[in-house]
């Protein structure tokens, strides 16, 4: 065994305990964080940084580079996929109200808040456009009245 | 190398158990998607550390399955939710707020 067998295990073993660390912590920040966002949050740390650290510690460990190249595979699929898993969740729960607005220091997307909740149940279809939530609800349980009353 | 072992399979382990108990206890659908999300990741880790310990290549092909499998479930899941109430009765205004509205209404009452 030679020492470059060595440095190289040594490497890999360090690169995979702090991947390891890296999903304790995420379950630990899942069970204690309050709402959607901040769950997620600690939720994708090991979805890029963790598996990218094993990843690296695998493509030392195996031999020949099939291996090595799948592994890149799945490390560039994660760094595709993540931004955009993470931004359909978090724009689903902001329009579902899934989201502490209270802890929030900048709210950007926030209308004007009586309007909106006063109107807005945190159950409107996903595409309804946020600017007037008065209206869109209106149309909304038009169209759904109509069809109805015509049928009955 | 043991203690290796035990560290990391503890590790992922643990983190396994937390992000199953969030999936259990989560109040909202969307909780439960971003805890099985992670759980996949971690189910992920898993298989790469068994690869990487054991120097076994044949786990591999499966981690590609593994996360094409996560981001495919998250996605539409979340797109499910975003669409779920259309056809529902009175335009979902029966269902009531969502747990962490009412956790918030109930924060500025005590303000």
New interface residues.
């Given amino acids: 065994m030679s020492v470059l067998e060595v440095v190289g295990d040594v490497v ?2 360090v690169l ?2 702090l ?3 890296l ?6 920040g ?2 204690r964080f ?3 966002l901040t ?2 949050h600690a ?2 740390k ?2 890029v940084l ?2 990218l650290l ?2 690296v ?2 493509a ?5 580079w ?2 090595t190249w ?2 890149l ?2 490390a560039v ?2 760094l595709l ?1 993540a931004p ?2 993470a931004h ?2 978090s ?3 902001y ?8 802890l929030l220091l900048v709210d950007e997307l926030r209308a004007d808040d009586e309007l909106r909740d006063r109107v807005y ?7 309804a456009p946020p600017g007037e939530p008065g209206q869109t ?1 209106a149309e ?2 038009g169209e ?1 009245r109509n069809p109805r009353d015509e049928r009955g | 190398m043991t203690v290796v072992y035990w560290l990391a399979y503890g590790m992922l382990g643990g983190g396994a158990m937390l992000a199953l108990v969030r999936l259990g206890r989560g109040p909202s659908l969307l909780d439960r998607v971003v805890a099985t999300d992670t759980l996949l990741v971690i189910i992920a880790a898993g298989l790469a550390v068994h690869a990487a310990l054991e120097r076994d290549p044949t786990v591999v092909p499966v981690l590609v399955v593994v996360s094409l499998l996560a981001f495919v479930g998250s996605v539409s899941v979340a797109r499910y939710i975003g669409g779920m109430l259309l056809s529902s009765a009175d335009d979902g205004q029966d269902v009531g707020l969502p747990e962490a509205a009412e956790e918030a209404r109930a924060a500025e009452v005590d303000r």
Avoid: K, Y
């Fill in positions: 890999a073993v995979l305990l991947g390891a660390l999903c304790l912590t995420a379950g630990i899942l069970v309050p709402d959607v769950r997620m939720g994708t090991p979805q963790g598996v094993i990843m510690a695998g030392i460990r195996l031999q020949g099939s291996a799948m592994l595979l799945v699929f994660q996929t955009v898993s359909m969740i724009r689903v729960a329009r579902r109200r899934h989201v502490r607005r209270d149940r945190g159950d409107e279809p996903a595409d609800l909304r349980s759904n």
